[in-house]
């Protein structure tokens, strides 16, 4: 099938990596897959003509709004693909609601990536559709084998010897949703004590307003760094060298980059929200915190505690193989686009 791939695909975000991956699963089973980035089109009537000049047979969002607006009343079957932000935070809005509430009157099928989103995406919308499901991202990592940590670090400027260093790394794109300063005075306090803890938040500059406002506040926070987006080879071999990942968001669907610090053997330390505690269970693969002086706390816990450190590791590493295994997740959505061809396979 020739399949339009509607995403929002700002670099090196998690949605964008998500539709990168999908891609693949679907071109492997031999369909022709149009990845198109949503913002780039104001209305369905675009839409109308791109899936006419390209003749598309049938269509897939990710996420419920930016994407599966644009599919509505195409004739054409669709399925849809749940971001995070859409059932998060898009469907606290009226107008919005209603609008994905009517794309999933059209959908042939929706996936949700945790249990919780999909209960969420039913309290919000009398779902009535033949395949909901809900399954774990497939992860792969491939750190590259060239990287210089020693050059990252110069480039950070945290001029110490990397030997004797706890880098904590918060990877995100600057957005409040990702609330990159939640962490920031109290990081900067507990540097003052110990000079050999730092915070790298790292992503790309999303919101330029919010960014402005990051970078004032970073610029005068001792012990915490700011660095741009980097290909995602280099930033696995970064998560690989680092202490700990961070995650701070205010909401979460499933962050990839949680799933990849666990694949790479990095101990997790995770805002206590949903879209993070189905993922970390504390104190077995990760470490969960509700405000700024408790992840202090769990961070000099880990730190101190080479024992937990490994448990934590170890236990992170199995979950990632055994819940999510990208060759089920290939064979998965391989199955779901059965459903766009109007096969009864399962």
């Given amino acids: 099938m020739r399949l339009l791939f509607l995403a929002v695909l700002r670099p090196h975000t998690g949605n964008a990596v998500t539709a990168q991956r999908v891609r693949a699963h679907l071109e492997a089973a031999g369909h022709v897959c149009i990845l198109k980035d949503a913002f780039d089109f104001e209305s369905p009537s675009e839409?109308?003509?791109?899936?006419?000049?390209?003749?598309?047979?049938?269509?897939?969002?990710?996420?419920?709004?930016?994407?599966?607006?644009?599919?509505?009343?195409?004739?054409?079957?669709?399925?849809?693909?749940?971001?995070?932000?859409?059932?998060?935070?898009?469907?606290?809005?009226?107008?919005?609601?209603?609008?994905?509430?009517?794309?999933?009157?059209?959908?042939?099928?929706?996936?949700?990536?945790?249990?919780?989103?999909?209960?969420?995406?039913?309290?919000?919308?009398?779902?009535?559709?033949?395949?909901?499901?809900?399954?774990?991202?497939?992860?792969?990592?491939t750190p590259n084998a060239a990287f210089n940590w020693n050059t990252f670090l110069q480039r950070s400027e945290i001029n110490q010897s990397a030997d004797n260093l706890h880098i904590f790394l918060l990877i995100c794109g600057l957005r409040q949703v990702k609330d990159p300063l939640y962490l920031v005075d109290a990081f900067s306090e507990w540097h003052q004590e110990e000079p050999n803890v730092y915070l790298v938040i790292l992503g790309p500059e999303v919101d330029p307003v919010f960014t402005r406002e990051v970078k004032a506040n970073v610029k005068r926070a001792a012990g915490v760094r700011l660095i741009g987006e980097m290909p995602q080879e280099d930033l696995h071999a970064v998560v690989k060298n680092c202490f700990a990942v961070v995650n701070s968001s205010v909401s979460e669907g499933m962050s990839a980059a949680i799933?990849?610090?666990?694949?790479?053997?990095?101990?997790?330390?995770?805002?206590?929200?949903?879209?993070?505690?189905?993922?970390?269970?504390?104190?077995?693969?990760?470490?969960?915190?509700?405000?700024?002086?408790?992840?202090?706390?769990?961070?000099?816990?880990?730190?101190?505690?080479?024992?937990?450190?490994?448990?934590?590791?170890?236990?992170?590493?199995?979950?990632?193989?055994?819940?999510?295994?990208?060759?089920?997740?290939?064979?998965?959505?391989?199955q779901l686009i059965r459903k766009l061809e109007g096969s009864t396979e399962d």
Avoid at 51 to 67: F, K, P, S, T
Avoid at 76 to 84: C, L, S
């Fill in 259 to 334: 799933l990849e610090a666990m694949d790479l053997e990095v101990p997790v330390l995770a805002r206590n929200i949903p879209g993070n505690a189905a993922m970390v269970k504390h104190e077995v693969t990760g470490l969960l915190f509700s405000n700024p002086q408790e992840f202090v706390h769990l961070a000099k816990r880990l730190v101190s505690d080479p024992a937990l450190e490994k448990e934590i590791v170890v236990n992170g590493k199995e979950y990632v193989r055994m819940y999510h295994s990208w060759q089920v997740e290939r064979d998965t959505y391989q």
């Fill in 47 to 141: 839409i109308a003509n791109l899936i006419l000049a390209e003749n598309c047979e049938a269509a897939l969002a990710l996420h419920l709004y930016r994407g599966g607006r644009l599919l509505q009343g195409h004739r054409i079957p669709f399925g849809v693909i749940f971001g995070g932000t859409d059932v998060n935070e898009d469907a606290n809005q009226a107008e919005k609601n209603t609008v994905m509430g009517r794309v999933l009157e059209e959908a042939r099928f929706a996936v949700a990536f945790t249990e919780s989103m999909k209960e969420m995406a039913q309290v919000q919308w009398v779902l009535n559709l033949p395949f909901f499901c809900f399954f774990d991202p497939g992860i792969a990592t």
